[in-house]
């Protein structure tokens, strides 16, 4: 069985999500470069350098923001309590935390993508909750938007407000739609006197929602006939929360992250005058894209910040505990999680500071490392935090509050557990992120061969399209077959040998991509495993690439040249392995058997599998009414 044929609404809203897809490249890309074979070092390396100003300004609030954590913010209690003090965040404001990101001619900080990423990074080490009521609203909420694309009038009426903590939100998801907006339900008609808009409509998860005074909301207006065909708008909006017909109707609780103030939010027939509209009519899911890949840098850095942390735990016990004869650590099964732990966040940490310092140098396109930033990094803090609780043994599993009870060490390894896990879902999951960078890597395939990808293509169509695209490949295959990194990588020394795989891998990979386009052709969008394979293999070339010019940097600075080199080294084997199985895997797989299985699955095939009624589950009310239903 193959994956399903898309149905007339899936078209639409991959029309919609292409409509609203940002495909200029004005920049180069050192990942775009990279899906080509073009194995662009220079664009990432020398590893950016912060400033000596920039470094200075944000050490001074980074000091201040420290001491105001340990005195004021108490994240076991935020925990237990499931509630953010507002004192805390009154504090938070006078400090200016709120205004990190908002140019000071408006009364923010102007901090640099590096400067307010240290910060998130710090808070990340004390308190989820926290980072999350601070870069909710300024890394998607509505100065980001306003930066972005904001008029100079709508720039001075609202930046000073957010600056000085009016707190602010970003609503997009609905019950009905998340990794896929562009259907949403809310609405934005034109008021009768053509003076603003009325909004109708629900907006689920925001983040910040229960305290927010304004919003960015994203709703559909009207439809729009564009060459003959109507298309829909989706409209971005600023809304004051104290308008009539705003309503928080629930305050949603979590796993994790238990802290925050997060809101199911209700529009009825709600005013929003026509300067409240940010961009243009119809750019609105566009806006909400960009702002969401601008603001993707927040998550990995904060990731691996905490990723720092747990290393810190994990030596400590791993030298204290001492069980049959030795400490944990050196029993070869946890000292090689160790090692796999220290050399992944050395990545991690890598992967953060290179894009924020590339963000803030400006001279190359980052959406693909934004997105793989985000993509690596939670993944690999979710499976140190993984490992960590492992370690600890029992300890991991219990709270940090009944380890104090009993006089242990309250560190606390199931909370950051509980916290960490929502990274790989809010903005963008993991599999979204997947499908953005493969939509991508494809994307200079589908401008010369485009044609090949479409279902429906004539052969009047295809002939001439294919001999254009086979002139230029015919040209370009060959240039992937040809060895270029040989004696370019002397300068980092036993690193040097990574890079040269890199290279090599990259050309492979780009031939990976033409062959998988040429034997999947339309059905290539639907093969996902082939297409997340593919970027699993760009994600850790990135991630090599990252470490190795990391630990140079480091080593130029004075840093321990052999540990710095041996994170990284360590690191690049690992990667190696990955990418490697994902290589020999690539077209070598039982993809479509698996996909057999779960389509049997969900039919409910298996329902004996699951010990429906019969015994081993215990039933839910509707299971039995299911089962009842099923005997009449
Ligand atoms: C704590 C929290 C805070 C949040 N904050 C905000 C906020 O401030 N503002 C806001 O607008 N939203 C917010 N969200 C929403 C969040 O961004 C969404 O949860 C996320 O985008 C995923 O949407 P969903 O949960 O509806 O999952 P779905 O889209 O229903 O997806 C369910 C699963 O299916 C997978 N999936 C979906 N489509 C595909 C596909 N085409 N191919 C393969 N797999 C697919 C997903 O990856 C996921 O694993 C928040 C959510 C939470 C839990």
Not at 273 to 290: D, Q, R, S, T, Y
Not at 455 to 469: F, K, V
Not at 515 to 522: D, L, P, S, V
Request: charge should be positive; charged fraction near 25%; glycine fraction near 8%.
């Amino acid at each position: 069985m193959k994956p399903e044929q898309k149905t007339r609404g899936a078209e639409e809203a991959m029309e919609v999500a292409e409509a609203s897809r940002e495909t200029e490249w004005e920049k180069p890309s050192f990942v775009g470069d990279l899906f080509l074979g073009n194995y662009r070092l220079d664009l990432i390396h020398p590893f950016p350098e912060q400033g000596v100003d920039d470094k200075n300004a944000g050490d001074a609030f980074l000091a201040k923001l420290e001491r105001f954590l340990s005195e004021n913010v108490d994240a076991e209690k935020i925990d237990r309590d499931a509630e953010y003090p507002q004192e805390v965040l009154e504090g938070l404001k006078a400090l200016g935390a709120f205004g990190m990101k908002i140019p000071v001619e408006y009364g923010g900080m102007g901090f640099s993508a590096v400067n307010y990423n240290r910060a998130i990074a710090l808070i990340a080490t004390w308190c989820g909750s926290t980072v999350a009521w601070v870069s909710a609203h300024q890394s998607i909420g509505v100065p980001q938007p306003l930066k972005l694309f904001g008029t100079a009038e709508q720039k001075k009426k609202w930046l000073p407000r957010l600056a000085a903590g009016a707190i602010s939100a970003f609503a997009l998801t609905e019950p009905g739609v998340g990794s896929d907006p562009a259907k949403m339900k809310t609405t934005a008609r034109p008021s009768p006197d053509g003076k603003g808009w009325i909004l109708n409509g629900l907006k689920l998860w925001c983040t910040n929602g229960t305290r927010a005074e304004l919003l960015v909301v994203m709703a559909q207006t009207p439809p729009k006939v564009v060459g003959g065909k109507e298309k829909k708008q989706i409209t971005a909006f600023v809304v004051e929360t104290n308008s009539p017909g705003v309503k928080v109707e629930h305050r949603c609780q979590f796993m994790g992250l238990r802290g925050i103030g997060n809101a199911l939010i209700s529009f009825k027939d709600v005013f929003v005058p026509n300067e409240n509209l940010v961009w243009g009519e119809g750019l609105g899911l566009k806006l909400a894209l960009i702002t969401l890949n601008t603001g993707r840098l927040t998550i990995p850095a904060g990731c691996a910040a905490g990723s720092r942390r747990m290393l810190q735990i994990a030596r400590d016990w791993a030298n204290e505990r001492v069980q049959w004869g030795l400490p944990i650590g050196k029993h070869e099964a946890i000292a090689v999680e160790l090692a796999w732990m220290a050399s992944h966040t050395f990545a991690q940490e890598a992967i953060a500071w290179l894009t924020s310092g590339l963000s803030d140098a400006g001279k190359v396109d980052l959406r693909l490392e934004a997105a793989m930033a985000k993509l690596f990094n939670t993944e690999v803090a979710w499976q140190i935090v993984d490992k960590l609780v492992q370690i600890r043994g029992g300890r991991g599993y219990e709270t940090s509050a009944s380890l104090e009870a009993r006089g242990e060490k309250p560190w606390p390894v199931e909370r950051i557990m509980r916290d960490m896990r929502i990274n790989r879902i809010f903005e963008g999951t993991s599999e979204i992120q997947h499908l953005f960078i493969a939509r991508e890597a494809v994307d200079p395939h589908m401008k010369r061969a485009g044609i090949i990808l479409k279902p429906d293509a004539t052969l009047g169509e295809l002939l001439p399209a294919l001999t254009r695209a086979g002139l230029h490949y015919a040209a370009w295959y060959p240039t992937l077959l040809i060895p270029k990194g040989r004696g370019k990588f002397g300068d980092f020394g036993k690193l040097g040998k990574h890079l040269r795989f890199a290279e090599r891998a990259s050309r492979r990979l780009a031939r990976a991509i033409f062959h998988a386009m040429t034997r999947f052709q339309a059905k290539l969008e639907r093969k996902q495993r082939t297409l997340f394979r593919i970027v699993d293999i760009g994600t850790d070339l990135f991630a090599m690439s990252a470490a190795i010019t990391y630990a140079q940097h480091l080593a130029k600075k004075g840093v321990d040249t052999a540990n710095a080199y041996d994170l990284a080294d360590h690191f690049c084997r690992e990667a190696r392995l990955r990418i490697e199985n994902n290589f020999r895997t690539l077209f070598h797989n039982h993809d479509d058997y698996s996909y057999q299985v779960a389509m049997t699955f969900m039919k409910g095939d298996f329902q004996w599998a699951e010990g429906m009624l019969v015994e081993g589950i215990v039933p839910t009310p509707e299971k039995i009414e299911e089962a009842i239903r099923s005997m009449v």
